[in-house]
């Protein structure tokens, strides 16, 4: 088998390598660089969404005046949104109704990509915890003790 070598001075071949990852490394660059970026868009969107339906629900259990539900509100989501985001400016908007509690968040993210172009990610997120009736629950409490015990005896409803 030949294989075809070449010299020290042939001009076609020398620095082509060079020339090449010159171009081709700083778009590979950017781009891992972005999906980093995307992986931690997507972790203050998930952060975003699940702490506004825990203070919007753990909100909503309290009893009291809507101020204090709205003092209440605020320090449970800094606890569960504010202090766990990652790169990002976050700002809640939370609503007190006599039908519920509403809290959005609102993720805004400027990505890596300088002055090329213009690379902001925005996301929002809205949660509603209904307003919550003791009585209610506590009939669906006891139905179900009714039925564990149906099926623990094997009695049928009758």
């Known amino acids: 088998m030949k294989t075809k070598q070449y010299k020290q001075n042939d001009i076609s071949f020398k620095g082509s390598f060079t020339l090449e990852a010159a171009c081709l490394m700083p778009v590979i660059v950017f781009l891992i660089w ?4 995307l992986s931690f868009f997507l972790y203050n969107q998930s952060v975003g969404l699940q702490g506004s339906y825990c203070t919007a629900l753990r909100t909503e259990r309290l009893c009291g005046t809507n101020e204090e539900k709205y003092d209440a509100a605020e320090e449970k989501y800094e606890q569960a949104v504010i202090k766990k985001t990652a790169a990002a400016s976050v700002r809640q908007e939370i609503e007190i109704t006599r ?7 609102i993720l805004c993210m400027r ?3 300088g ?3 213009h690379s902001l ?3 929002q997120q809205k949660q509603r915890a209904a307003t919550w009736e003791p009585k209610a629950f506590i009939r669906t409490c006891r139905k179900t003790e009714k039925i564990g015990e149906l099926i623990q005896t094997g009695n049928s409803l009758e």
């Open 99 to 105: 039908k519920g509690v509403q809290v959005a968040t």
């Open 115 to 117: 002055n090329m172009f």
């Open 111 to 113: 990505a890596p990509a």
């Open 34 to 37: 972005n999906i980093i970026y």
């Open 121 to 123: 990610w925005e996301g």
